[in-house]
């Protein structure tokens, strides 16, 4: 079983202060690297023996933590509210998911997650050379979130059509705003009058 | 005429009107065309096979080429990606033709109300059938079908 | 002088399940280069996750691999459970148990009898679906609907499992491992189904894992890797079954893979109806009042009628009383519905259920994320929560197996024919919900 805290030390002795911080444990040990280390950090997991990426996705902080209504005066029965968590140090964060997996015995050797935090479009460089998948995976972190990555060329829409416009998985993208390649932006609602049927 | 609109000339020989023929002919020979994308075909999968049995309405063999299709059933949620790609198949397909709309998702977007669903597919191809349910159990889709057919019967010569 | 040509094959196409379209770069019948365009059954589940309260997510999950729709329930509120450190009593788990392995045996069976049914063979299409046929009517006896389930609950599962289940189960099997029987009786040594399949599309395992392939399609090429045994949830490291493995990685030996983890889910179903703790056990001086009758008298005020009763409820409807609720969710007041007793005896149950099903209210995880992971029938799926505190989830993220399946998918068929393109599609067992969620 692979521990964090040593990973922690190999990392440490190859990019320094570029690994910024190592929180949770076991297999959940998530660590915090910067965005100037993450491809030399993450080349280092490789060869490590991190075989495998399971998962890289990405997750937007916009307006984390703000509560808009206020909270209710604290009752022993009302369900517990929790404090108000810290803000984040970017906007977005990308989180690849590594595995270490004996490939004889099929058990795991150990899972790591690196955090790499992000402020704009800028990602982080490519990686699809070091484990193949994550060429759909970057594309599909393009195509919802807009976060672009550098070092590889052909970065399109995996799961959106080319003509859609922004990128909806991001919190200022409204859940109903429409873009239809064809047919009508709102279907025409029977009690403002409108008819379902379409024109000949 | 009987009732029925059936008229026996001699033994073995029925006459009728032309409407009633077409319309039997054509309500117990559906060619359906099963544009199947999401959920919805796991119960048109148990419709079609022997439990449920499609088979004895007539409607037994899928043709996957709109041209030879007659009945197009739209089965599981339409994305606004594969939306043109409906219209046209629709488009490909020759009169008469029906399309039904199975599942709630195709009636009117089911609870994806978001940037992706159509929001009910009858805002780009004209609908004949709504099924709705999610997904319908094959009892809903017989029964549908069985409406539909009453209105393939109805229609008689000139369909639509 | 050889020249190739692009041929497009879908997005609506017979042999795809579901749609997707796959650009092949052909020269005559040979496949020199295949591309996979996916995104034509996105329908937004992240972001609708976002959307609604957190047990409001559990439907939406139900679509995603919606051959298996109990395994996407059960890895969400694991995801969501290990997120709030919630215990689950034992009979809820093993009942979790069961239903991810009946969902299993749905998911193989569909992707062993459509596979074979596009490669001609009709009759084994028939049998298995007349066997998907009796675990529905299973299924819908134990959570309401054949198809989407949405079973379980965050904390626990909907409702107890009737009473004559076990027997029904067991009736069922008979009928699916005669189905299994006379499917393999026509396929595993046919002549024309192993020249199909054998040597075609073969993955090799430096391949499956440089693409995180996981599921049947990993163990085909020879790693025993399944999430059961490596990272155990539920009951499994208590139970006894086998992980099937391949040798070659072609087509042939994922099906058969397939095929043997049918036969190990079934033994894994009657090993936990062994091990099933028993169920609610009546309070013997309580007085049974039917469910309703109480919620009657309660409504009218009549409480001192009902304040000794015990709730008489139907096991498989949702909404148990004070004898099934600690056996199917975890002792939580705040995060899980209270028994039928509280809720129209006492000011304090009543609160709390309206505090849970409230929209504005809800379940409230803490402030973090968490990532929990099952063995989906198509490999690892990983559901990645994160919480900030509130009703409504931050951030849902699914880990789809069906992907990475997908991805390594153009590596496949390069050096094949048109032919086996279809049958090598099938035996990857793409399922578009999951794929594109």
Redo the contacts between chains.
């Keep these: 079983m692979k521990d964090p805290k040593a990973l922690l030390g190999v990392l440490r002795d190859a990019i320094g202060l570029g690994v910024t911080a190592l929180s949770g444990a076991g ?2 040990a998530v660590l915090s690297v910067e965005q100037a280390s993450i491809r030399r950090a993450l080349e280092v997991l490789k060869a490590q023996g991190f ?5 890289l ?1 990405c ?2 902080y916009l307006g ?2 703000k ?1 808009e ?1 206020p909270a209710p005066p604290s009752h022993p ?9 810290p803000k984040p140090p970017h906007r977005f964060k990308l ?1 690849y ?1 590594l595995l270490d ?1 004996d ?1 004889a ?4 050797r150990g899972r790591i ?1 690196v955090a790499l935090w992000v402020f704009d479009e800028r990602g982080g460089p490519s990686v699809r050379d070091l ?3 994550a ?2 995976l970057e594309r599909e972190v393009w195509d ?1 979130f807009g976060i672009g990555f550098t070092g590889r060329g052909d970065l399109r ?5 080319p003509e859609f416009v922004g990128h ?2 991001r919190k200022d993208y409204p ?1 109903d705003r429409r873009q239809p390649l064809i047919g009508p932006k709102e279907a025409p609602r029977p009690e403002e009058g409108g008819d379902l049927r379409p024109a000949p | 005429m009987t009732e029925n609109g059936l008229l026996e000339l001699m033994p073995g020989v029925l006459a009728t009107r032309v409407d009633d023929a077409v319309g039997w002919a054509r309500k117990y020979s559906l060619f359906p065309y099963p ?5 919805c ?3 048109y ?2 419709t079609s ?3 449920y049995d499609l088979d004895r309405f007539g409607a037994a063999f ?1 043709r ?1 080429s709109p041209r030879q299709a007659d009945l197009l059933m739209v089965v ?2 339409i ?1 606004h ?2 939306a043109p ?2 219209r046209r ?1 629709y488009d490909q397909m020759a009169s008469p033709k029906w399309v039904v709309a199975f599942g709630v998702c195709t009636c009117t977007g089911g ?2 109300d ?4 159509v929001q009910g597919i009858d805002t780009i191809v004209p609908v004949d059938l709504y099924i709705p349910g ?2 319908p ?1 094959p009892e809903a889709v017989l029964q549908g079908l069985m409406m539909l057919q009453a209105k393939i019967q109805s229609q008689g010569l000139e369909g639509r | 002088m050889k020249k190739s040509f692009l041929l497009n094959m879908g ?4 042999a795809m399940h ?2 997707i379209r796959l650009v092949l770069e052909l020269d005559g019948e040979r496949v020199l280069g295949a591309e996979a365009e ?7 589940f ?3 996750a ?2 609604d309260v957190w047990n409001n997510v559990i ?2 999950t ?2 995603l691999n ?2 298996s729709p109990l395994l996407n329930n059960v890895g969400y509120c694991l995801a969501v459970e290990k997120l709030m450190k919630l215990e689950l009593p034992e009979r809820c788990q093993v009942l979790r148990t069961i239903a991810c392995e009946l969902s299993r045996i749905t998911d193989h069976l ?1 992707c062993v009898g ?1 596979s074979a049914m596009e490669l001609g063979a009709f009759t084994p ?2 049998y298995l ?2 066997a ?2 009796e675990l ?1 009517f299973c299924i819908d006896r134990l959570t309401g609907a ?3 389930t949405s079973y379980t609950r965050i904390g626990g599962v909907k409702a107890d499992m009737p009473p004559d289940f076990p027997e029904r189960v067991v009736a069922a099997f008979r009928v699916l491992r005669e189905s299994v029987k006379d499917t393999e009786a026509l396929l595993t040594r046919n002549r024309i189904f192993v020249d199909r399949l054998k040597g075609v599309g073969v993955l090799d ?1 430096e391949t499956a ?4 392939v996981t599921g049947p399609l990993l163990r085909s090429a ?5 999430v059961r ?3 155990p949830y539920l009951v499994y490291d208590r139970l006894d079954f086998e ?1 099937p ?1 391949g040798t070659t990685g072609d087509n042939l030996d994922r099906y058969l893979v397939r095929l043997a983890e049918i036969e190990q889910s079934l033994r894994i179903v009657e090993q936990c109806f062994d091990r099933l703790p028993p169920g609610p056990v009546a309070v013997p001086d309580a007085q049974l009042l039917d469910a309703g009758l109480m919620a009657d008298l309660g409504k009218r005020g009549k409480t001192g009628h009902i304040f000794d009763a015990r709730a008489g409820t139907d096991p498989v409807l949702e909404g148990s009383g004070e004898a099934e609720k600690p056996l199917i969710a975890a002792d939580q007041p ?2 899980v519905l209270p028994p039928k007793e509280e809720v129209y005896n006492s000011i ?1 149950g009543l ?2 259920h309206f ?2 099903v409230m929209p ?2 809800g ?2 995880p ?6 929990a992971a099952v063995e989906g029938g198509n490999g ?1 799926l ?1 559901f ?1 929560v ?1 919480s ?3 009703s409504r989830p ?2 849902v ?1 699914v ?1 789809p197996p069906c ?2 399946n997908m ?2 998918l153009h590596k496949l068929l390069v050096g094949s024919t048109v032919a086996d393109v279809v049958a090598t599609f099938g035996s990857i067992n793409m399922i ?2 999951e794929l ?2």
């Design positions: 297999d959940d075989n495998v990426l399971v998962d996705t997750v937007d984390y933590g509560d209504r029965y009302l369900p517990q509210r929790w404090a108000s968590p989180v998911r997996l490939a015995s099929g058990l795991e997650t484990w193949p998948n060429d759909w919802l829409r995996i799961l959106l059509y909806p998985l859940i | 544009f199947v994308t999401a959920c075909g796991m119960e999968m148990s096979c022997s439990h899928p996957f599981g949620t994305s990606k594969i790609v409906l198949i609870f994806y978001n940037y992706a669903t999610c997904p159990r | 997005p609506s196409h017979p579901g749609v996916i995104g034509y059954l996105h329908r937004g992240e972001k609708q976002e959307n439907p939406y139900d679509r919606y051959v569909t459509a299409f028939l679906m007349k998907r046929e529905y054949r198809v989407t395992k894992l440089a693409y995180g020879g790693v025993p890797y399944d045994r490596a990272r992980v493995v705040d995060s304090e609160m709390r505090e849970i504005s209210r379940i409230v803490p402030p973090g994320e968490a990532y690892e990983g990645h994160v900030d505190g509130r931050w951030r993220r880990r992907f990475f991805a390594v578009a919900g594109d969620r």
